[in-house]
């Protein structure tokens, strides 16, 4: 079957992120942290992605669970710093937008949707997406993903998934999507196979 449209996760393919960034600028804080407490905030920060809870709850939390010093305008500056371009990327998708339906799919909370929409210009190209904290659950879940399908009015025969995580290519692949893991290091391989999947760019 030929592939009638793309969809793409966000994080580490159209926008690679480091997490060290982030803890780098709250060292002391977080190195502070009981293992408990460090669970703790591991746990909120997937509650934060589920969409329990908002943008600013989540900081005011944050800031609170591990003693930050600054205020939350501060905190969400450093939570939204981890992101970085990929202009290879970026070129191959400027290529398959002229030519594809092209959409997102990824575990992201509103804050950085919100920074990523307003700063990115890649994701300007895109006609929809579903995220997490929107859909109340998250990848390798296949809900996720059928959700994906039914608002985009998709078939998974003919679509292209493209994820940088293992289990999530899985999960894609085992709902009947053509799933790639992308690999930021090795971008000329994944125009190999969308020419392989005949998609030409």
Not at 47 to 66: K, N
Not at 76 to 101: D, G, V, Y
Not at 123 to 139: E, N
Request: with cysteine; aromatic share 12%; hydrophobic share 45%.
């Amino acid at each position: 079957m030929s592939i009638e449209a793309l969809i793409f996760d966000i994080g580490n393919v159209l926008v690679p992120f480091d997490w060290q960034l982030f803890h780098h600028r709250l060292e002391a804080e977080l190195n502070s942290l009981t293992a408990d407490a460090e669970q703790e905030f591991r746990d909120l920060m997937i509650r934060f992605d589920l969409g329990e809870m908002t943008g600013e709850q989540f900081a005011r939390m944050a800031v609170r669970m591990i003693g930050f010093q600054g205020d939350e305008g501060e905190f969400i500056r450093i939570w939204n710093s981890i992101f970085s371009s990929n202009p290879p990327m970026e070129r191959t998708i400027l290529a398959l937008q002229k030519r594809f339906p092209l959409y997102l799919l990824s575990n992201t909370s509103d804050l950085h949707l919100a920074y990523l929409k307003g700063s990115c210009d890649i994701l300007k190209h895109f006609i929809d997406g579903v995220y997490s904290f929107r859909a109340k659950c998250a990848k390798p879940d296949r809900k996720i993903f059928e959700k994906a399908i039914n608002q985009f009015r998709l078939r998974p025969e003919n679509t292209a998934y493209i994820d940088d995580l293992a289990a999530n290519v899985r999960s894609a692949s085992a709902f009947g999507l053509k799933a790639i893991q992308y690999d930021l290091t090795k971008h000329a391989e994944f125009e190999q196979w969308l020419a392989e999947i005949g998609v030409l760019i």
